[in-house]
């Protein structure tokens, strides 16, 4: 639980993980307001020293619109206690850290269209032409 968490090959030690707790809405019965069952997960992308350059540069650029002053945040309040949502939090910035570290998507080469396209592009504009012209008035 409280181990390093792994993300791309990358070990991030717990102590670059910063947790916060908080009283959560929702689902609790009576202790709803007295346990702090919501958690706050932090990490701070741009300072992490386990990070290697080219994947938090990947990281900053993809999680710009989530990150402040580069820490991205993820906060979990769906389950009663607070141990299921401690692990929902590191679950879902695993996810997150590992979605925007993937390297990019190879090029799309562009090709030209195939002879085969080519051949039934030109039948149909033939047949389209044939059909036209049986519609003309014949000359006289």
């Keep these: 639980m409280n181990g390093p968490l792994v993300v791309r090959g990358v070990e991030i030690p717990a102590g670059e993980l910063a947790w916060r707790f908080s009283r959560s809405s929702g689902p609790g019965g009576q202790s709803v307001n007295t346990a702090d069952s919501r958690v706050e997960l932090s990490f701070d992308v741009r300072r992490s020293a386990v990070l290697p350059d080219v994947l938090r540069d990947r990281m900053l650029s993809r999680l710009s619109?989530?990150?402040?002053?580069?820490?991205l945040t993820v906060a979990a309040s769906?389950?009663?206690?607070?141990?299921?949502?401690?692990?929902a939090a590191r679950t879902r910035l695993a996810e997150l850290l590992t979605e925007?570290?993937?390297?990019p998507a190879p090029r799309r080469r562009p090709t030209g269209p195939t002879l085969g396209s080519k051949e039934r592009r030109l039948?149909?504009?033939?047949?389209?032409?044939?059909?036209?012209?049986?519609?003309?008035?014949?000359?006289?």
Excluded at 65 to 71: F, K, W, Y
């Design 65 to 71: 619109h989530r990150l402040v002053d580069g820490v």
């Design 78 to 87: 769906e389950y009663r206690s607070q141990h299921r949502n401690r692990e």
């Design 100 to 103: 925007a570290g993937a390297p």
């Design 123 to 140: 039948a149909g504009k033939k047949r389209r032409s044939e059909t036209k012209a049986l519609r003309r008035r014949p000359f006289d």
